[in-house]
């Protein structure tokens, strides 16, 4: 009984933190991990019994899917390059370089379990830094290459972990094997990836029930990551792939009901589980606290917490300038087609490599134990660490972001806004030019199809002058008394020609995925309010 009430706890405890930080204007992942720490010091907390080979299986396959599921395609193929850099060079480098201070800075520590630290903090997460975008608009390239940067490091850095705890539980390591490995368990879990999205895909299209969509959508991620892990292969790798492949064909894979239903569930299920996750390493903390106070002063170990975060936050900061500028003076074909940025924006991508929830999974996730039965060598210094890694970089770079975002005078390039109008525009016109040809053949539905043209013009009218976008969404107008339902099946036409106008402008590359959904959540909406006058 005590578990569930602390369970209730937890939940009460994440809504009230995500009121706390929109009344206080703050990211919410920095609330969450402060009260982590809360939660921390409160002597005699009930702490949640939860076995760590269950969080990685549990946790990760929802936190990392709707990332994926979300990416646009072509703004991550544009800006694949620097993401790469990011998400594969500055990784790689920071496990090394974390892995090298932390053996130095912790007596007794192996290397191996050096490595698998490195592993835990080296991907950074982008949910923090895009919660402050939202208030304090920046060029869009900055927020899609942080966001194609998370999604691919994860990936990178479960390999390494997952390597670097193979190392410490058998107590062997080949670096040649590992080479040889590490293609094969990537490659493998993106085909596996493929092969789930594509089965998903399959069944999506021959439904129309939104529960039961929505419980396929939940059991897709899980599906690729316990297929890749039974195969030895890159789970990490298998979500991301299935959720990019979903992601593409998600606009015309299942209908507008199932659609807006699925979006609250996933922006829910995310929601509460980044607050989970949090809160669960606080009720760890004491335990892991008591362990190390027996064997090191606080102040030792405030000062590796602290040399290690030295290391994520001026490493990155040391990467992203290189990264940015030195390929472009060394390849002029990369100079002409994409030229040199705007200093301002590498230093806000370099400051905004805050550690998040996907870290905090994985330091939860470690073996208790090693193959032999001994404990597992610095768990307790590698939780520990890795908590003060997110909290410094979630506090100091969370609160400081917007504050240098404004100081630097950076300033959002309105493509969003842009793509948006394009969108409505040639979405209204071919909803306009298909009544058009409607009328002129179907005379009985004249009556019906002129009230809807004449809607059309209005907002046609309301886009040319730049009014207000949201009084040019997509609307339907109340129908004629006499032959409703032929009204109401002309709009549905309609809407299903603006929905197939704007996909076509995303496969064009005219507009982003982002903007797709935005229109086209629009359009979902006017046709459920379609729907509930039919009913």
């Not at 106070?293 to 040391?318: K, T, Y």
């Not at 298909?434 to 005379?443: I, M, P």
Request: glycine share 6%.
């Amino acid at each position: 009984m005590a578990q569930l009430e602390l369970v209730c706890f937890v939940l009460m405890l994440v809504a009230a933190l995500d009121i706390a930080a929109r009344k206080i204007h703050l990211p919410y992942p920095v609330l969450m991990v402060l009260c982590g720490l809360t939660l921390g010091l409160i002597p005699r907390l009930p702490q949640i019994a939860f076995a760590p080979e269950l969080v990685l299986p549990v946790f990760l396959p929802p936190l990392l899917f709707p990332t994926a599921l979300l990416t646009s395609w072509h703004d991550f193929k544009t800006n694949l390059r620097p993401i790469l850099l990011l998400a594969v060079g500055l990784v790689l480098l920071t496990i090394a370089a974390v892995a090298w201070v932390a053996h130095a800075c912790i007596p007794g520590l192996p290397w191996a379990a050096a490595f698998v630290l490195g592993a835990i903090v080296s991907p950074p997460d982008a949910i923090a830094a895009t919660a402050v975008f939202e208030r304090l608009e920046v060029p869009r390239r900055i927020v899609t290459i942080l966001e194609g940067e998370s999604l691919v490091n994860d990936a990178v850095a479960l390999v390494a972990y997952r390597f670097g705890i193979a190392a410490v539980v058998t107590g062997t390591f080949s670096s040649a094997t590992a080479a040889l490995e590490l293609p094969l368990v990537a490659l493998g879990g993106a085909i596996i990836g493929w092969i789930v999205g594509v089965s998903v895909d399959w069944i999506q299209r021959r439904l129309d029930d939104p529960p039961v969509q929505i419980t396929i959508s939940l059991l897709a991620p899980y599906l690729a990551y316990l297929a890749a892990e039974h195969l030895e292969c890159s789970g990490a790798l298998a979500i991301v792939t299935a959720g990019v492949y979903l992601g593409w064909r998600l606009p015309r894979m299942i209908s507008a009901r199932t659609r807006l239903e699925l979006t609250s569930f996933w922006q829910m299920l995310v929601y509460l589980l980044n607050g989970v996750v949090f809160i669960f390493i606080g009720l760890q903390l004491p335990q892991v606290v008591h362990g190390l106070e027996q064997q090191s002063s606080w102040s030792r170990l405030l000062f590796q917490a602290g040399a290690v975060s030295a290391v994520v936050i001026v490493l990155r900061l040391l990467w992203v300038f290189p990264a940015a500028y030195v390929p472009r003076f060394l390849f002029p074909s990369i100079r002409a087609r994409d030229p040199y940025p705007d200093w301002r924006d590498i230093t806000i991508i370099g400051w905004s490599g805050m550690r998040g929830v996907d870290s905090l999974a994985t330091a939860l996730a470690l073996p208790l134990a090693t193959a032999v039965g001994t404990p597992f060598p610095g768990r307790d210094i590698i939780i520990f660490v890795s908590f003060a890694v997110i909290l410094l970089t979630l506090v100091a770079q969370g609160l400081s972001l917007p504050i240098l975002i404004r100081i630097l005078k950076v300033e959002g390039d309105c493509k969003t806004e842009e793509e948006g109008y394009i969108a409505r525009l040639a979405a209204n016109q071919a909803a306009l030019a298909y009544l058009e040809r409607r009328a002129a053949t179907e005379v009985e539905s004249r009556p019906q199809l002129n009230l809807l043209q004449a809607e059309y013009h209005e907002r046609m009218a309301q886009l040319e002058h730049e009014e207000d976008e949201a009084s040019a969404n997509a609307t339907v107008p109340d129908g004629p008394a006499a032959s409703p339902a032929r009204f109401h099946q002309a709009a549905r036409d309609a809407l299903q020609v603006e929905r197939d106008t704007i996909i076509e402008l995303r496969n064009q590359h005219r507009i982003n995925d982002e903007t797709l959904r935005i229109v086209q959540r629009d359009i979902d909406l006017a046709d459920a309010r379609l729907s509930e006058r039919e009913a």
